[in-house]
């Protein structure tokens, strides 16, 4: 089956695609995720940050030992953190981008407006497909609004887009009172692609030890729904390639995604869980379904269920939630019928 597809004008010879995570971190496996059929994958995030933070705790231990014996203040010394974390990252993209044949897609989530360029444009260099840019920002500092919050992702997509020429995708949360437009507006500034939706950390509450619990879960199926959702409102109507991330574990939540008009779709969690042979699961899974639907390609099949392709739109919208209320209304009031009165 022909699963060739087109993602920010990169052609995959398949839409599955590993997202980021440890798992794309080192060469032999990401060479079995391109065994395992995978159309592209991209490398976990370069976190600018983590760097940033070495570089200052390098820089403190260096001066600390300034005013002791010149052994000691050599042995401190140590090359700049940031040069080489920064190296090691350039260097699996190097490493990536010539022994793989699929598409290799780095991944960076900056700090200042200098580190995101800087970093996106040595990520280029190293010969990176294309850059997508993990923008993970909590919105903890109350001060700022939620128009604020999108101009950050504005201002960073604009600056990145005027260094790199490679295609940019942002991945960006779900928490915008209007995603729709907001979508629209980081296409308008230069992303070529929208990866929906990053799956931001939360942490959990310890209620023995009385301590944040910083444990990751991974992700289950039933949790695609809010991307599926806002999958099916944009296509065909933003000027970007959609990527969808967020509880792909089987084929059937493939299909899901590619329906709702996704251009690729994305797993890690069921990657970790099962093995990068599992992408082989959901390759042929997909393949599967679609020789049984007669179907010789995907532009047979994608968006076929997107809001703009469906007899009743509002099936997307709150229309269909009050209608499923109803349901429920009734089928409390059938059971919650108070029990026969007993005449006796
Ligand atoms: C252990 C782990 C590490 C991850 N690291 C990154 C990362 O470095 N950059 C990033 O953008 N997303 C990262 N993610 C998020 C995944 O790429 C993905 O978007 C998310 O897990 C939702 O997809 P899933 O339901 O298939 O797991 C990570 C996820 C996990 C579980």
């Known amino acids: ?57 390098n820089e403190a231990l260096s001066n600390a030992g300034a005013s002791s014996s010149p052994e000691a203040r050599s042995y401190l010394l140590t090359p700049d953190t940031s040069q080489v974390q920064s190296y090691q990252y350039l260097d699996l993209v190097r490493q990536a981008s010539s022994q793989l044949d699929i598409p290799v897609i780095a991944s960076l989530n900056g700090v200042t407006e200098a580190s995101w360029i800087d970093y996106a444009r040595q990520i280029e260099d190293a010969g990176a497909s294309a850059l997508e840019l993990n923008i993970y920002i909590i919105a903890s500092d109350l001060t700022l609004s939620g128009r604020d919050i999108e101009q950050r992702y504005l201002n960073i997509v604009h600056a990145v887009r005027q260094q790199v020429r490679i295609p940019i995708a942002v991945k960006l949360g779900p928490y915008f009172s209007a995603p729709g437009h907001f979508a629209g507006e980081l296409a308008a500034a230069g992303a070529n692609g929208l990866v929906l939706f990053n799956r ?18 991974l992700s289950r199926s039933s949790e695609m729904r809010l991307p599926l959702l806002w999958m099916a409102i944009l296509h065909g109507r933003i000027n970007a390639s959609l990527a969808a991330t967020t509880g792909v574990h089987t084929t059937d939540d493939v299909v899901q995604y590619l329906l709702a008009g996704a251009d690729v779709v994305m797993t890690t969690s069921a990657l970790l869980e099962h093995g990068v ?18 179907m010789e390609g995907l ?11 469906i007899p ?10 009050i209608k499923i209320l109803q349901g429920y209304e009734t089928m409390s009031s059938r059971y919650a019928q108070p029990p026969p009165v007993r005449h006796i």
């Open 1 to 57: 089956m022909n699963l060739n597809t087109e993602y920010m004008g990169l052609q995959l010879r398949s839409p599955l695609v590993a997202s980021a995570s440890p798992l794309t971190s080192e060469l032999p496996k990401l060479l079995a995720l391109q065994d395992a059929g995978a159309g592209a994958v991209v490398l976990p995030s370069l976190f600018a940050e983590q760097i940033e933070a070495e570089t200052h705790r």
């Open 200 to 217: 931001f950390y939360q942490p959990d509450i310890d209620t023995a030890r009385l301590k944040i619990r910083n444990n990751l879960e």
């Open 277 to 294: 042979g599992h992408m082989r699961t959901l390759v042929d899974g997909l393949s599967a379904w679609l020789e049984s639907r007669e």
């Open 299 to 309: 532009h047979r099949m994608r968006g076929m269920l997107s809001q703009q392709n």
């Open 312 to 321: 009743h739109p509002e099936e997307y919208q709150r229309a269909n939630y």
